[in-house]
């Protein structure tokens, strides 16, 4: 098992640029999950799919933050003009649904961290 | 709605010393508890988790009981290592509830001196 697997792993880029950052999730898992992580505000849940659908994107902070997931196996986290204040890590997780003793955990990435400057 | 607390970090400790981790949770349901470790420079993971009550969860030497009537799920280690220095975090999700996003405490940074 590879485990869920993002790129870039860092990222720099000037204000006002497009940032992509990229995610495959685990094979089988029908959860996805993009967070953001800050000092200030902590782990921060921007959206989420099941089945490739998503499911709730009240996390996402402004219109600039886009997210699609086209097929079971990739997800993109898409941010269009790109602010100094989005400097952040960005990770992804999935996991498989179930409920008691079969409640799957999340299964994080590495991360990307991406610095705007 | 549902909600963990998390002891305030960092916690300081020297090698080999006892270790506990408080965490508290409000749920309107029947929710499966968690804790997560996260190393420098990494993604969290699972350390442990308990989906009942009165269950103890264990990893690593770190054990954790599903307490249902004091609404805890506390982080314990009899004798920390320096390797165990990293961000723990508590979280809960209780899917049969309807609520299958997991809810994560704030973290708490664990730092362990030689």
């Known amino acids: 098992d590879a485990g869920v697997i993002q790129s870039p792993r860092h990222e720099v880029t000037e204000m006002g640029q497009e940032v992509t950052l990229r995610c495959k999730p685990i094979?089988?898992?029908?959860?996805l999950f993009w967070y953001r992580q800050t000092m200030m505000r902590g782990l921060e849940l921007l959206i989420y799919?099941?089945?490739?659908?998503?499911?709730?994107d009240s996390g996402m902070p402004e219109d600039r933050f886009s997210a699609k997931m086209p097929n079971a196996s990739f997800s993109t986290l898409k941010i269009q003009p790109s602010e100094p204040r989005d400097s952040a890590v960005y990770f992804c997780?999935?996991?498989?649904?179930?409920?008691?003793?079969?409640?799957?955990?999340?299964?994080f990435g590495n991360g990307t961290r991406l610095t705007v400057t | 709605g549902d909600s963990v607390t998390q002891m305030e970090g960092p916690v300081t400790l020297s090698e080999e010393a006892f270790l506990t981790i408080n965490c508290t949770y409000t749920?309107?349901?029947?929710?499966?508890l968690f804790w997560y470790v996260q190393y420098p420079g990494e993604g969290l993971q699972l350390l442990l988790k308990?989906?009942?009550?009165?269950d103890k969860g264990s990893n690593k030497g770190f054990e954790a009981t599903y307490r249902k009537e004091t609404t805890s799920f506390h982080l314990e280690k009899g004798s920390v290592q320096v390797s165990d220095s990293a961000v723990y975090f508590c979280?809960?999700?209780?899917?049969?509830?309807?609520?299958?996003?997991?809810?994560f405490g704030r973290g708490t940074s664990l730092i362990v001196h030689p």
């Open positions: 997780a999935s996991s498989l649904s179930g409920t008691g003793e079969f409640n799957s955990p999340l299964h």
């Open positions: 094979s089988g898992h029908d959860y």
């Open positions: 799919f099941n089945n490739n659908v998503p499911i709730d």
């Open positions: 749920a309107t349901g029947y929710p499966s």
């Open positions: 308990a989906t009942k009550a009165d």
């Open positions: 979280a809960l999700s209780d899917p049969a509830g309807g609520s299958y996003i997991p809810t």
